[in-house]
């Protein structure tokens, strides 16, 4: 257990760059006073270190140990340009989601410039049942959801979110078949979302990359499309991540598919 949160604490700061105590509070549900000890134990150890009043960082030690860096402002810059082309590509926002402690969130969003209408799904936390995002990354980190109890706790957004722990243990199984998640109003009436996870195993199956848009305009054939282009897409840049090859978004967004077209609801 003490390691177990001193490791939800290194990757919480990792994956921040910086963090205060109420950072990591906030990701890993730790009580403050024990996070505060712990952060002072890993100081010693020259795991952190702290770079300005109340922030910290990983400490050079560490960085010693651990030569890759999987920070959200490294992620973003490595997938941000496939996303973006696959944006106006495709008149839809598209979206990189990671797991942070046991959580999934949304740090980074591209949009479309060419003038469509588009829908923006937002930055920050989501429900592991009711998001693409989310249960793209549950289907392929199953310590997600057996960390807690499950049962009773799947809030209904709308009347199309899963409630019931074996409808989405289901659902779980049939993403892992096809290879990416769908959310069809499950969180928000009128909204559709797909998303992938960067790979089935390692540090990919922590992130995904997603796409959002409306019901009328992400319809059925829509989403099996666009969830087909994600994977595509997640494989080359997961490659990337592993340092295998450098990203070509003119690869890493496969033009093989008509775009959708523009979603009803304007967000500029």
């Known amino acids: ?23 990591i509070c906030a990701h890993t549900d730790l009580p403050r006073p024990s996070a505060y000890r712990l952060v002072q134990e890993l100081v010693g150890a020259g795991l952190l270190e702290p770079v300005a009043r109340g922030r910290f960082a990983l400490g050079t030690r560490l960085k010693r140990i651990v030569r890759s860096d999987h920070s959200d402002a490294a992620l973003i810059e490595i997938v941000a340009p496939a996303l973006r082309q696959a944006s106006a590509e495709y008149g839809a926002a ?17 949009t479309p410039d060419t003038g469509v209408s588009f829908l923006h799904p937002g930055l920050g ?22 960390s807690k109890t499950l049962e009773g706790r799947l809030k209904a957004y709308t009347e199309f979110t899963l409630t019931r722990v074996e409808d989405l243990a289901a659902e779980l199984d049939v993403i892992r078949a096809r290879g990416y998640a769908e959310c069809v109003e499950e ?30 305009v992400f319809t059925p054939e829509t989403r099996d499309r666009i969830g087909n282009v994600l994977c595509g897409m997640a494989r080359d840049l997961s490659r990337h991540l ?25 967000v500029k």
């Open 242 to 266: 592993a340092g295998v090859e450098a990203v070509d978004p003119a690869t890493a967004t496969p033009r093989s598919i008509n775009r959708p077209a523009a979603s009803g609801t304007a």
């Open 1 to 23: 257990m003490h390691l177990d949160r001193m490791t939800l604490i290194l990757e919480t700061v990792g994956q921040k760059g910086e963090a205060t105590v109420a950072d």
């Open 125 to 146: 936390k989501r429900p592991l049942h009711a998001c693409s995002c989310s249960k793209a990354v549950a289907a392929f980190s199953p310590d997600l959801l057996a």
């Open 94 to 110: 598209f979206f990189l989601s990671r797991q942070r402690g046991r959580a999934v969130e949304i740090i980074h969003v591209e």
């Open 187 to 216: 969180i928000e009436r009128g909204m559709c979302s797909v998303a992938a996870p960067l790979a089935d195993t390692g540090p990919g199956a922590t992130m995904s990359i997603g796409a959002t848009g409306s019901i009328r």
